[in-house]
């Protein structure tokens, strides 16, 4: 039998659209949702209850609706979403959810993105007042966003049957399109109302087209809003009332069936009973008796039934009866209403308790509210500067009041005129029911969490009194729904049950978002190559095109070494560390930072900066440095270079670039503005490339003629201006290897062509390209630390054995004084040492903790240090570590152990430096 | 995402700004002069008010200055904004 | 032996090309770019013929350079044949300031067309309505995940300054995000 209506509502009954649910074949029409085609086939029964396994339906007809959870599996598997928000369209494939879903083990093949939007008026909702707020503002100029939820504006005149209000609502969004800067987005819910002005609102753009939807459009895009004025014209949502038994399949909010039945053009069912505490059901029943549905009985739970909507009413043949429904009857549908000792026959219970203005995004915007008691429900409190609040979402449901305060939500005289409408009249005040008596572990307020009565009552009966607290203990308002449906019935419960009046009740925070948003949306584009930047040097495509293999530093892709076919790492590590050593090798050290600074202090500047004293260093050298901050602890390290008499180019650690020069200029601008210094990053200006080996200075002979590149001519730690393979080149002698090496420096544009004159001229040489493994093992092997390997914001110059760099003779620099705290002169302070494991071939894993003992004793186990970096290495035949140790520089030469799984793996201290201790090498 | 009107470029995103911790703290004149409690206080020790909070800010990725700000530290309101070197405004929150 | 300049944008013309006609994409590389540092540039404005921005977040252009206004006392002078980091330094003389080549620091995209704000508010939260940036605008922000220097010329034009070693990623980016305008 089909509860499809031969006409009316918005759907397209010449298109038939081939869907599945739970298994079963079935049809519906464009402009349907999942649940009204699931209605018009009389199916109900969605899916079970999460905890109980009882039968649950569908509740309302949007998105507060509590229980129609489905999984859709086609065109691509999505959990946790509403039958009453799914758009139907051909080929879906879905099933019933028992509150929990299953997310696809696949990636999602959508694309999903954001977009920023500014205006001066934001309007969130396209009912009467959303509409006319918009209107006016749009008439003045102003730029404007409206945001709708549904398919189409409108708001509660979609549920109605009102020919005169849908023209106008029509009307007035052709003329908002035909409006400059406005932007009308229907299916877009704003979810998220943060400071200044800012709403997050997802838009689902090709969801409802399912196989049909381009792959080039974003399926969904979070739009990211800027607004001077908001406005929320969110209307307000039915709530029900709680009675035994009210879960059961078939057990309808009256204003759902009013919407599935003008919307849609579906009955809810053959016969039904309502159970009204206003209004606004019995229009839902007349609504539904004249539309052919036996109506029998409509229980008004006030004292005083509305005297013309009663007559109406008894007109179409329902008996009108004050009274309360008590229970149901059903199994896996609603069979019967329980009155008293009565059983009325129905397939649908309507039920109303009411209305909750929907204020959820007014209370992000920290708006206070306040308990209405003639409406049950909060509403906005306060005026607040720049969010106002228009229409039912205030507790107003007079159609013409609600466009006034539309039209006066956003300051303008322009009169917007809407035709009179009955479609919502009222003659008498609701009355406020949160439950009716009964079987309280039947009595169900939060149907989605399978909540009752009873969980509330054990609540206050347990002690607690908050609102909030009440919502953890219960988890009532916690699900999907996040109680749009539940949540004031619970505090109407927990007030009755303290005793307590609701209006000295504090509401539940409400918090984004409104609705579920998919973690994809919010990722949008950000995923893949592009979830983060990814970072290359101008030699990066001679990288990809020789098969090196990549390590993330920072953003950083950097070589991590080469392998050669059949090469492992180990392999090609020890392969390029051979060839720094005895022969010639090169790495891209393009990413290292690079500042320029200049001024007639500058020397002064990067005394107080660096460690060491940088001033009386000559035009043309190079010194090493390390900062610190206040605390006295390394935050980077690197060379300083004089160019000329006030000008200098430092580097700093790839990591560190962006921070180092952050603080240079906070140093700079707010403590020492009178310093004559101005500091320019030129860390992407310039290729920079290390040729390290006895044989780089022929290598380096042959690319640049005009360099005299003899020992005598080109010492170490200085600096020469040449030309490189036709291309203006500074090259600095300096080497973070203990080799003879030389750092080559090309502007970005000629990187690529200088490296590659380097292999070529380097070819003779059997020139190795070495990455950042080797690179690391090379140093360590001189002892040399990496910040942020060997420290951790708790290393101190002295601490790694550098007290060479912190000068004696400067009255001051970053970070001086707090050497002399007790503290930084403990003399058990850990300090960077070098690991020897007995066993040559063991390798100790880096992070490995350091004891003192040949056996483990009870915990705590006295911790000493932990390994920093961890080798196998060419030149010393065998594995080596670095170490920060406590009281390290007493202990060399002493034997400690270091836990390897179930094994204390036994290891020497001794100094840092592991090769080449008398420095012979550097000069080739 | 909170707007921070830089005095230079005008309001933007908090996601450009690098927050500088609490404003108005001046390197001590001469730090080997103050005891081991002194110079810990300016190293370690800051204001953690409830209300009105001056405090420095740059827009790193904009104009890259630093500059100060007022910020209500229960509702992250900016109260004030001014340039580096310029005294302090008298807010109320 | 005279080495060839290369561009890691290089790899990206053809795809940028392809986003025509929705956007216009191209690199504009290897111009010379200065980072002027001065406190008073009226004297550089004299050299080089072209006034310095006054205004923040706005550029100037005449004489073949162009001068785009990176903070109250930091400029970017995207300068015109002849005219070097010496030739610069030079007009600063004894004043207080810096001058710097940063050349290669950045690369430019030029992007044109009917979708070229509709692109870039995808990744952009500085307001791009011409009545809020109009021709003269120019920004230092963040577009997507990277920092961005973005000019907005007359008309549907706007011009990207991306750091090199970002270059890449801004391609892939505005590659993605036109994709839907195609």
């Known amino acids: 039998m089909t509860f499809r209506r031969p006409t009316g509502g918005a759907v397209d009954r010449d ?44 509740v309302a007809a949007g998105s507060e609706d509590p229980t129609s959870l489905v999984q859709v599996e086609t065109p691509f598997p999505e959990p946790m979403l509403l039958a009453t928000t799914v758009e139907l369209f051909d080929g879906l494939v879905a099933r019933g959810l028992a509150g929990q879903g299953k997310l696809a083990a696949e990636p999602d093949p959508a694309r999903y993105d954001a977009k920023h939007v500014h205006c001066d008026v934001l309007v969130v909702g396209a009912g009467p007042a959303g509409l006319a707020a918009a209107l006016t503002a749009a008439r003045s100029g102003a730029r404007v966003v409206l945001v709708d939820e549904q398919n189409q504006a409108g708001g509660a005149v979609l549920g109605v049957d009102d020919p005169s209000t849908a023209r106008w609502v029509a009307e007035v969004v052709a003329e908002l399109e035909n409006t400059s800067d406005v932007l009308v987005l229907q299916r877009t819910t704003a979810f998220g109302l943060y400071q200044d002005g800012f709403v997050l609102a997802l ?17 969904q895009r979070v739009w990211r809003i800027r607004t001077k004025r908001t406005v929320l014209a969110t209307g307000a949502h039915e709530r029900p009332v709680v009675f035994p038994d009210n879960d059961r399949p078939g057990v309808m909010l009256a204003s759902a069936a009013r919407t599935f039945l003008h919307r849609y053009g579906v009955l809810p069912g053959s016969r039904a009973v309502v159970f009204a505490t206003n209004d606004s059901a019995y229009l839902a029943a007349l609504d539904l008796a004249q539309s052919g549905v036996d109506v029998p009985l409509l229980l008004d739970a006030r004292p005083e039934p509305p005297a013309g909507l009663a007559a109406e009413c008894a007109a179409r043949g329902i008996e009108v009866r004050v009274g309360q429904v008590t229970g149901t009857e059903g199994d896996r549908r609603v069979t019967a209403a329980r009155v008293g000792d009565e059983l009325v026959p129905c397939d649908t219970l309507l039920v109303s308790g009411g209305w909750n203005p929907v204020v959820s995004l007014f209370s992000q915007a920290r708006g206070t509210l306040r308990y209405d008691g003639g409406l049950g429900a909060f509403v906005p409190g306060e005026e607040l500067p720049t969010v106002r609040v228009a229409g039912a979402a205030t507790g107003e449901f007079d159609l013409a009041a609600c466009v006034r305060q539309g039209q006066e939500s956003v300051g303008s005289a322009n009169e917007v005129a809407v035709p009179a409408s009955d479609a919502w009249r009222t003659e008498e005040p609701g009355l406020v029911l949160w439950r009716v008596p009964g079987d309280d572990n039947a009595s169900f307020v939060d149907l989605q969490r399978d909540a009752t009565v009873t969980d509330v009552l054990r609540a206050t009966g347990a002690g607690l009194r908050s609102l909030e607290h009440i919502k953890r203990y219960t988890t009532i308002g916690t ?110 050290g393009s ?40 605390d006295g602890m390394v935050i980077d390290d690197g060379t300083v270079i004089r160019i000329g008499e006030e000008r200098w180019l430092v580097t700093t650690t790839t990591g560190n670039a962006a921070k180092v020069l952050d603080w240079m200029e906070e140093w700079l601008q707010t403590e020492w503005p009178h310093l004559d210094v101005h500091c320019t990053s030129v860390t992407d200006h310039w290729a920079t490339i290390p040729l390290v080996g006895p044989r780089s200075r022929d290598v380096l002979a042959a690319v640049a003629p005009e360099l005299d590149v003899s020992a005598a001519a080109f010492e170490f730690m200085t600096w020469r201006d040449t030309t490189i393979a036709g291309v203006p080149a500074r090259v600095c002698r300096i080497s973070f290897s203990g080799e003879l090496a030389y750092e080559i420096n090309v502007t970005a544009w000629h990187g690529l062509a200088v490296w590659e004159a380097l292999i070529a001229a380097g070819e003779p040489y059997g020139i190795t390209p070495y990455g950042t493994e080797t690179m690391h093992v090379l140093r360590a092997e001189k002892g040399y630390p990496i910040i942020g390997q060997e420290t951790d914001a708790t290393v101190t110059p002295q601490d790694l054995g550098m007290s060479w760099v912190v000068s004696k003779k400067k009255p001051d620099f970053i970070g001086k004084r707090s050497f002399a705290r007790p503290e930084n002169l403990r003399p058990d302070r850990k300090q960077l040492v070098g690991l020897l494991p007995v066993d040559p071939e063991v390798l100790l894993p880096e992070g490995s903790q350091i004891v003192g003992t040949r056996e483990l004793p009870p915990p705590p186990v006295p911790m000493l240090g932990h390994v920093t970096s961890s080798y196998p290495s060419a030149a010393l035949g065998r594995t080596f570590a670095l170490a920060l140790v406590r009281s390290g520089r007493d202990r060399v030469g002493d034997t400690l152990y270091v836990p390897v799984g179930d094994d204390l793996v036994p290891v020497t201290v001794t100094e840092s430096v592991l090769y080449d201790r008398e420095g012979a090498r550097r000069d080739g | 995402m909170q707007l921070i009107p830089c005095p230079w470029c005008g309001p933007r995103e908090e996601a450009e700004f690098r927050y500088g911790g609490q404003a108005h703290v001046a390197y001590p004149e001469d730090p080997s002069a103050l005891s081991d409690e002194e110079w810990a206080r300016y190293v370690f020790f800051r204001e953690n008010p409830s209300g009105p909070f001056a405090e420095r800010w740059s827009h790193s990725a904009g104009c890259r200055r630093w500059f100060n700000a007022v910020r209500d530290t229960r509702t992250h309101e900016l109260l004030a904004v001014y340039r580096a070197g310029e005294p302090a405004p008298e807010v109320t929150a | 032996m005279t080495a060839d300049l290369t561009s890691l944008l290089a790899a990206w013309t053809d795809r940028l090309a392809a986003l025509a006609p929705a ?12 980072t002027v540092r001065t406190a008073d540039p009226s004297a550089l404005g004299e050299t080089l013929g072209v006034g310095f921005p006054a205004v923040p977040c706005t550029f100037t252009s005449g004489a073949g350079a162009e001068v785009l206004w990176l903070g109250p006392d930091e400029f970017l002078v995207v300068a015109p044949e002849g005219v070097n980091e010496e030739v610069v330094r030079g007009a600063l003389g004894s004043s207080r300031g810096s001058v710097v080549d940063t050349s290669a620091q950045r690369t430019a995209v030029d992007l044109e067309g009917p979708h070229v704000r509709d692109v870039l508010a995808h990744g952009c939260a ?26 907005v010329r007359d008309g549907d034009r706007v011009t990207l300054l991306v750091r090199s070693s970002f270059a890449g990623y801004l391609a892939a980016w505005l590659c993605d995000a036109a994709t839907e305008y195609l």
């Open chain 1, 15 to 58: 298109t038939v659209l081939r869907f599945t649910f739970n298994g079963q074949e079935l049809t519906g029409h464009p402009g349907d949702t999942l649940a009204s085609a699931l209605l018009a086939h009389g199916v109900h029964e969605i899916g079970g209850s999460v905890k109980l396994g009882r039968p649950r339906g569908i």
């Open chain 1, 203 to 219: 838009q689902k753009r090709t969801d409802h087209l399912g196989f049909a939807a381009p792959a080039s459009r974003a399926r």
């Open chain 1, 479 to 588: 699900a999907h729904d996040q109680g749009k449906t539940s949540g004031m019935i619970a505090a109407g419960i927990v007030a009755e049950a303290l005793g307590v009046d609701l209006a000295d009740q504090r509401p539940t925070t409400f918090r984004p978002p409104y609705t579920p948003v998919s973690f994809a949306a919010l990722a949008g584009r950000d995923r893949g190559e592009l979830h983060d930047p990814v970072r290359v040097t101008p030699i990066h495509p001679w990288h990809v095109a020789h098969g090196a293999l990549f390590e993330d530093v920072g953003q950083w892709k950097r070589p991590w070494y080469y392998p050669k076919p059949g090469e492992d790492r180990h392999a090609a590590v020890l392969r390029e560390c051979r060839a720094a050593r005895e022969g010639v090798a090169l790495m891209d």
């Open chain 1, 591 to 630: 990413t290292l930072g690079k500042i320029d600074v200049q001024g007639s202090d500058a020397g002064k500047f990067l005394d107080l900066l660096y460690t060491n004293m940088m001033s009386t260093l000559k035009v043309g050298r190079i010194r090493y440095g390390v900062m610190c901050g206040v």
């Open chain 3, 23 to 34: 956007l216009t994409a191209a690199e504009r590389p290897f111009r010379t770019q200065l």
């Open chain 3, 126 to 151: 500085v307001d791009l309505h011409p009545a809020a940036a109009p021709a003269g605008t120019c920004v230092q922000t963040l577009l997507a995940r990277t920092g961005v220097i973005l000019q």
